[in-house]
């Protein structure tokens, strides 16, 4: 049975920032928390007993994260569930792994999660320096799947939009572009999210994974693997002659998972619809949104940012 602890952080939290419409954002650490779901964040990070076997999905917002649920609840899952009678075909993949502080975590109330299933599959936006204690001292798995800034920045932007109110004018790009440029965005600044898990990633390779979206859909075959290797169930030499590799990736693709009617209807707990997750999946769509000064400014704040960790993007130049 849950219990209810609703922590008092107000005094913790600094400005609150009100452009990115729906939501308003409140620095806490350095980063920016959506304010609507602080104390579920807060109760999580405070009370969350991880254990060695879990496996943590971290992206940042808008970089691929239902994709990456439905390959790692997939691979994790393989010898559980046929790809003929999945759980992917009738359940959208937020609803097969949850949100670890926002989906469990609701109102501030503790939850049992004692009783689920070894190894259990949870998923996060926050950033390293946020995670639970415990996640760190367990020792368990943590993915992280990240993406150009200029696609994330887009995504985003057009995304949030869709949860507006008919009555409510979207955010006009200019807007959102100063905010993100800035570091204001959710969960962000953005370089920094990144680098908090690229130099633990450097430190703890076995148990912190790095993925960059545009390699996942150059060759996702190979990260397939990399993916099974890191998880401690690699693919047997029967399932590559069976071409089950290949059979994950074509069934997790982003058509695949668009035609689905579960992804065409309904919505999340948290109120986002199936079918908004699901808009193009591509790389380079920023092109068709920012300006010629847009991509400029956020291609020179990525090289500052990043390049002296040797972080970078292959689309970084136009």
């Known amino acids: 049975m849950a219990m209810s602890c609703v922590p008092e952080h107000n005094e913790t939290l600094s400005i609150v920032e ?3 419409k729906p939501f308003e954002l409140s620095q806490y650490q350095g980063f920016w928390l959506p304010l609507k779901y602080f104390s579920e964040t807060m109760a999580c990070r405070e009370h969350f007993e991880s254990s060695k076997d879990d496996v943590i999905l971290i992206t940042t917002p808008k970089s691929g994260t239902t994709w990456l649920k439905a390959l790692s ?3 994790l899952n393989r010898t559980r569930h046929d790809l003929n009678n999945h759980p992917l ?3 959208n993949p937020h609803e097969l792994v949850p949100w670890l502080d926002l989906d469990l975590y609701v109102d501030g109330k503790i ?3 004692t009783n689920l299933p070894s190894p259990r599959l949870f998923f996060m936006h926050l950033p390293y320096e946020l995670l639970p204690t415990s996640i760190i001292e367990s020792n368990c798995r943590i993915i992280y799947l990240c993406r150009n800034p200029k696609d994330t920045f887009v995504s985003l932007w057009l995304f949030l939009n869709k949860y507006l109110s008919e009555d409510e004018a979207p955010v006009p ?18 370089w920094e999210h990144l680098l908090g898990y690229w130099k633990a990633s450097l430190e703890r390779p076995e148990r912190v994974l790095f993925i960059k979206y545009e390699e996942l859909k150059e060759d996702p075959a190979f990260h397939l693997r990399r993916l099974a290797d890191f998880l401690g169930c690699p693919f047997s030499d029967e399932e590559e002659r069976e071409g089950l590799v290949e059979k994950i990736e074509r069934f997790c693709s982003f058509e695949s998972l668009k035609s689905l009617e579960v992804n065409k209807i309904g ?8 079918k908004n997750f699901f808009r193009r999946g591509v790389v380079g769509d920023w092109e068709n949104h920012l300006t010629e000064e847009m991509i400029e400014k956020l291609d ?3 090289q500052q940012k990043l390049e002296g960790f040797g972080l970078t993007f292959k689309d970084a130049k136009k």
Do not use: C, M, Q
Not at 173 to 190: D, N, T
Not at 267 to 274: F, K, P
């Open 18 to 20: 009100k452009g990115w």
């Open 73 to 75: 609840f997939t691979v």
């Open 89 to 91: 075909l009738t359940r």
């Open 111 to 113: 939850p049992d999660l």
């Open 173 to 190: 790009v200019e807007e959102a572009f100063e905010l993100f440029h800035r570091g204001i965005s959710l969960y962000g600044p953005f």
């Open 267 to 274: 919505s999340t707990r948290l109120g986002g619809e199936n």
């Open 300 to 302: 020179k704040l990525t």
